[in-house]
């Protein structure tokens, strides 16, 4: 026998849902008991346990499900759901109290927006459940969780991060934007399947981490030199190069709002969109709709931009269109994955780019890594330092190796010289490679050689 509403809900159940789940999964609170502390929902299938599961880790509360028809229920929603909290994330007082999920979830991600972390890993084992911080790139454990939590914190995050939390067989993203009351950072989401449950990485996105300064980043003052002479050419080609975590998207950004400017139209295509930057026209490549990078890029080109940020160049074809970009008058920024400057180069031609056009087009390169910053406070000599915790490292700052295109090397690359000969060349002309750069670094007492080595292959 199918539930009837014969009243409207209290607003007391409705608080407990966001309006977007109900819309989503076609439920509806239809009561709350106060002495109980269960929420009555109204659903079409009462036997789907997993979405009553996950209903239950939104609420915070225990969910009796009452069987409704699916049309009444849309109906009702429309109704009275005016009443349901404003967003995912937004859960009401009572609710942060009496779930553990919400609690822990919460207190997980508080602690590390405040001790500078940067990505948050949730990793379901057989035996164990554990949360790792990585912090100054590197992964510590900070929790181990019992495995009875896997699903209530799986589907906790993926309720704030408005993902679809019955699906649980493919990768999926999303976005979470997190405030205490006394700080607020935006999150990246990412869930991959793994045999023991869905492990999830969370990615913080901090707006007042923003580097504004190159001298912030690590360079020296013929570094910032080089970069903003190249910066503020009227064409061609910046790449920036190195592995994922090294720093590149920072470099990017850090570099746009140098040049930004009221008479320049600046676009960007980003997978993801890390920061919003104002007066920055920023635009996310979408798979799923076939907004790829080079459809992207194609449509741009026709919006009479002036600087163009491609996030990525990983094909042939995202690589034509940029490279042609940079030689008819526009100015492109990109990166590539590439152990050194000169890689970048066979890197392009290995895409099925012309010698002479990547000849043409790129102005300049640059590779970069990050390394551990002796800790300021106890020089790396104190087992118990609180403001490195012992590690004897606090904070990062970056390498970098800088190939300005000579006209030597444009005529080297147009003839198909090989990368040891370019790179011979780059550094008769001056270029300080990643490992010489780290040697400075570590002179000037920034680092030490143990970092130095482990990201710059010496």
Not at 207 to 231: F, P, R, V, W, Y
Not at 316 to 327: N, Y
Request: aromatic share 6%; charged share 25%; glycine share 6%.
């Amino acid at each position: 026998m199918s539930f009837e509403l014969k009243n409207p809900p209290p607003q007391a159940a409705l608080r407990f849902l966001p309006q977007e789940l109900m819309v989503r999964y076609s439920v509806i609170p239809v009561d709350y008991s106060e002495e109980s502390k269960r929420l009555t929902v109204a659903m079409a299938d009462v036997d789907d346990y997993d979405l009553i599961n996950d209903i239950q880790v939104a609420a915070g509360v225990y969910v009796n499900p009452v069987k409704a028809d699916e049309d009444k229920v849309i109906q009702w929603i429309s109704a009275f759901a005016e009443h349901a909290v404003p967003a995912f994330g937004m859960t009401a007082a009572g609710n942060k109290a009496n779930s553990p999920a919400i609690r822990m979830v919460n207190e997980i991600i508080s602690e590390a927006m405040h001790t500078g972390v940067s990505d948050i890993h949730f990793e379901p084992g057989e035996k164990s459940f554990l949360v790792r911080f990585r912090k100054d790139g590197v992964l510590k454990i900070a929790r181990k969780l019992p495995l009875r939590a896997i699903s209530e914190i799986t589907s906790r995050i993926k309720i704030m991060a408005s993902i679809d939390i019955a699906e649980k067989r493919r990768p999926q993203d999303g976005r979470i934007h997190f405030d205490d009351g006394t700080k607020a950072v935006d999150i990246r989401v990412s869930a991959l399947p793994t045999d023991y449950g869905q492990k999830m990485v969370l990615r913080l996105l901090d707006k007042g981490t923003i580097i504004h300064k190159l001298d912030s980043l690590g360079m020296t003052q013929a570094q910032i030199d080089l970069c903003e002479n190249e910066i503020h050419k009227p064409y061609g080609m910046f790449l920036i190069t190195g592995p994922t975590g090294s720093g590149k998207t920072t470099t990017l950004y850090t570099l746009l709002q140098m040049i930004r400017s009221p008479e320049l139209n600046i676009s960007t295509i980003e997978e993801p969109i890390e920061y919003k930057l104002d007066g920055i026209t920023q635009t996310a490549v979408n798979a799923k709709i076939d907004l790829t990078f080079a459809a992207a890029l194609r449509t741009l080109l026709r919006q009479d931009p002036d600087v163009i940020m491609v996030g990525e160049i990983r094909d042939s074809e995202t690589a034509e269109l940029a490279i042609r970009a940079a030689l008819t008058g526009h100015l492109v920024f990109s990166t590539l994955h590439t152990n050194d400057a000169p890689s970048a180069i066979v890197r392009l031609i290995d895409m099925g780019i012309e010698p002479f056009l990547v000849a043409s087009a790129v102005n300049f390169i640059m590779a970069q890594r990050l390394v551990r910053k002796v800790c300021p406070k106890c020089g790396g000599k104190d087992p118990n330092c609180l403001t490195c915790g012992g590690s004897g490292y606090k904070g990062r700052v970056g390498i970098f190796e800088m190939m300005p295109m000579s006209e030597t090397i444009r005529e080297m690359v147009h003839k198909g010289t090989s990368n040891a000969e370019l790179r011979r060349v780059a550094i008769a002309e001056g270029m300080k490679t990643l490992a010489m750069d780290g040697a400075d670094k570590v002179a000037l007492g920034f680092t030490t050689e143990s970092e130095i080595a482990a990201e710059a292959m010496i």
